[in-house]
């Protein structure tokens, strides 16, 4: 069993910055891929960034170039660093296991973004 536990949202104008927070505790060692996921009112939930044990990360053109990815493995911690954020942005956050997600989600964290 894993809990996953999002913080950070909130409310920024266009162009601000934001840095969402993830921790896990439990099983973390079946974590060897993670990802950040949002869900816009209305849409189906997204994958926009992950990163994997070893560093590699990949992220969705949408926020290609805008939001960067990281980790603090000694404290089980994964970040999404969002800038130059966008109305379109707006959503719930949320990380998990960016393959297989864990059937288990977090409550998330809202991100809203104003024109």
């Known amino acids: 069993q894993v809990q996953l536990v999002e913080s950070g949202g909130g409310l920024v104008q266009a162009g601000g910055s934001l840095r969402l927070s993830c921790a896990a505790s439990?099983?973390?060692?079946?974590?060897?891929?993670m990802g950040w996921f949002r869900q816009a009112p209305g849409k189906q939930r997204e994958l926009v960034a992950s990163?994997?044990?070893?560093?590699?990360?990949n992220y969705a053109d949408a926020v290609k170039g805008r939001f960067t990815i990281s980790t603090e493995n000694a404290e089980n911690t994964w970040y999404l660093q969002m800038n130059n954020l966008k109305p379109e942005d707006t959503a719930v956050y949320y990380c998990?296991?960016?393959?297989?997600?864990?059937?288990?989600w977090g409550q998330g964290t809202q991100v809203t973004v104003s024109s």
């Open positions: 998990n296991r960016a393959v297989v997600p864990f059937d288990l």
């Open positions: 439990g099983f973390i060692f079946s974590i060897n891929h």
């Open positions: 990163i994997t044990s070893g560093g590699s990360t």
